[in-house]
Every structure is written in structure tokens, then in C-alpha cells.
């Protein structure tokens, strides 16, 4: 199967995203598969971006690893072989799963999303310069684009189904999931970010904003889920580049971005679904960037499985 269509494996998917299939294990396990599907303004792009999958799920093991002293995780392995030997089922399926696949505990999820914002920039940026403030709070004044948020901001937001998730005040989440699991997740949230953001500073990469969710597992432990610091869940600029006052370069589908903003602009794409053809060089070059950030974060190469 194309990694557009999806995989097909010898287990009941629950559930396909933007970009991951969901499989049933048991009642205590999942399997997550990130495909190559891209999507941007909410639209599923018709062309792979080769290896993305595996980056998402490799930069998500790698960073469960580094974060196993602050908070606990759903990631069971994401090696191939480890996942085949614990799930007999997928022996003869080693090529759908290398790489992209990750073994976890499950969870019933919280309905919010955990953002954390380090510099103010995207929709945080747009709403500040236009009202002074943030979820209808106020920040404080004179603010530049991309500018250091010091401490970082917790913005939480609702877990939209379709369209853009809505950005909501800690007040508003705690009234959704209670007071006391909002403080935890707003702590655990902190705790991973600081850590995040000092081991990225160290490797040249700054995470301006990022995502995460969590979910409580059957014996009532919280648990930090699905993807972690990745492209794709966060903001990731060049330190070497940084300059506050205007927007910054990113490592992430920036390429696909700006060709799909210049069809907008010139009046081949509306925006909605179907979107346009891809060229070559935009695959290449997003593709580029997610292997980049791989590379720059974890001191390695990606060991590249074939795309499915």
C-alpha cells in the first residue's frame, strides 16, 4: 500500500489520522504507525514526504528516552524486532513497520491539547499584535515577533476533530478535566518543555512552541503520549539564524508551506481539498528538513527504512 492509503496490517485499526494509523494489540496495547502522509492548512497532501514517518516516530523514541526521569510514557519499543517478538501477529510485516512503528500502553486521553510556548510566534503572534493578548488574557506590552517568553506560556487548547484546535485559558481547562489533574498536566507540561528546550539549545535547534497530550492509563498513572518534540508537534528554529522582530525560518514542512502559499497566491489553489500536485523538488526538500532535524537533535543519522 502507499503511504498515502495507508498500511494494512493483521490487526483491527481503530483509528487513522493526518498522519498515523492506529492499531488494536489488546486491551493494553496499541500499535502507533506514522506514515508519509503530509498535510498542510488542514489538507491532506496526495504525495508522500519519504521518511517522515520514521523521523516522527525515531525523534519521539529518542526523546521518551530523555525524558524518562521527569514523567511517565506510553512507548513500550519502537525497535521492529522488539515489537514482532512481543506481537507474533506482525511476523511478516517487518518492512510495513521498521522505523515507523511503536509499541505503547494505552490511555484514555485527556481533551487538551498541553501547548507551551517559549517565543511568541504563529497564531499566539497574530492574536498579541492584534489585541495585546493571548486565549483573551493579557501579555505584557511591546512584545516583538518571535520574541523569548520568559517563563514559557502554558496555552492549552481544546482537541479539535476537524478544523484548528481552540486556544482556551487554564481556567476553562481545569473546568473541562478538574483542578487538580489541570495542575499536574500544567507542571508535567513545564517539566518536559524546560528539558526539551535545554537539550535542543545545546544541539543549535530552538523549540519555539510545542504540543504535547497526555492520557491516564488502567491503574490511574498519567501518562505522556502520542508524539514528543517532534517537527510536526512543535516549532523548531535555527539557532544560528535567530532574530527576534520578524518570523523565522523553521525545520519543518516549511518548504511545502511557502510553494502552497504562492499557488494560493496565484490563484491555482483555493485552499481546499483536492490540493495541488507537488513538485519534485518541494518532496525533496521537506523531506530534507525533518531528516535534518533528526540529525541535528539526536548526533546521528537516521537509519532509513523503505517508505510503505
Not at 39 to 48: C, G, K, L, T
Not at 202 to 210: E, P, V, W
Not at 298 to 303: V, W
Request: hydrophobic share 40%.
Amino acid at each position: 500500500m502507499t503511504a498515502i492509503a495507508g498500511t494494512q496490517l493483521p490487526l483491527r485499526r481503530i483509528g487513522r489520522g493526518k498522519v498515523r494509523d492506529i492499531y488494536e494489540v489488546d486491551d493494553e496495547r496499541l500499535l502507533l504507525v506514522a506514515t508519509d502522509r503530509v498535510s498542510a492548512f488542514d489538507v491532506v497532501m496526495r504525495e508522500p514526504i519519504p521518511h517522515k514517518g520514521a523521523v516522527l516516530t525515531q525523534i519521539s523514541a529518542w526523546w521518551f528516552g530523555q525524558l524518562s526521569d521527569l514523567v511517565d510514557h506510553h512507548m513500550i519499543s519502537a525497535d521492529a524486532d522488539a515489537i514482532i517478538a512481543m506481537v507474533p501477529a506482525l511476523d511478516g510485516h517487518r518492512g510495513d513497520i521498521a522505523g515507523r512503528a511503536m509499541l505503547c500502553r494505552r490511555a484514555e486521553v485527556f481533551p487538551i491539547e498541553c501547548v507551551i510556548r517559549g517565543y511568541i510566534t504563529g497564531s499566539a503572534w497574530k492574536e498579541y499584535s492584534a489585541r495585546g493578548t493571548l486565549a483573551g488574557e493579557a501579555l505584557p506590552t511591546g512584545l516583538r515577533e518571535s520574541d523569548r517568553l520568559e517563563p514559557p506560556i502554558f496555552s492549552p487548547a481544546t482537541k479539535a476533530v476537524t478544523g484548528h484546535d481552540e486556544n482556551i485559558t487554564v481556567t476553562r481547562m481545569a473546568e473541562i478535566v478538574g483542578s487538580d489533574v489541570a495542575r499536574e498536566l500544567e507542571r508535567l507540561t513545564r517539566a518536559v518543555y524546560g528539558r526539551g528546550r535545554e537539550v535542543a539549545e545545546r544541539r543549535g535547534i530552538l523549540i519555539a512552541d510545542t504540543k504535547f497530550e497526555f492520557g491516564r492509563d488502567g491503574s490511574g498513572s498519567i501518562l505522556l503520549i502520542d508524539e514528543v518534540l517532534t517537527p510536526d508537534s512543535s516549532r523548531f528554529w535555527p539557532a544560528d539564524g535567530y532574530q527576534p522582530g520578524r518570523a523565522q525560518p523553521s525545520f519543518d514542512k516549511q518548504p511545502l508551506r511557502d510553494y502552497l502559499d504562492g499557488e494560493k497566491k496565484a490563484g491555482r489553489w483555493d485552499g481546499e481539498d483536492p490540493p495541488p500536485p507537488l513538485p519534485p523538488e518541494v518532496v525533496r526538500a521537506t523531506s530534507d528538513r525533518y531528516l535534518d532535524a533528526f540529525v541535528r537533535l539526536t548526533g546521528r543519522a537516521l537509519d532509513l527504512p523503505a517508505s510503505p
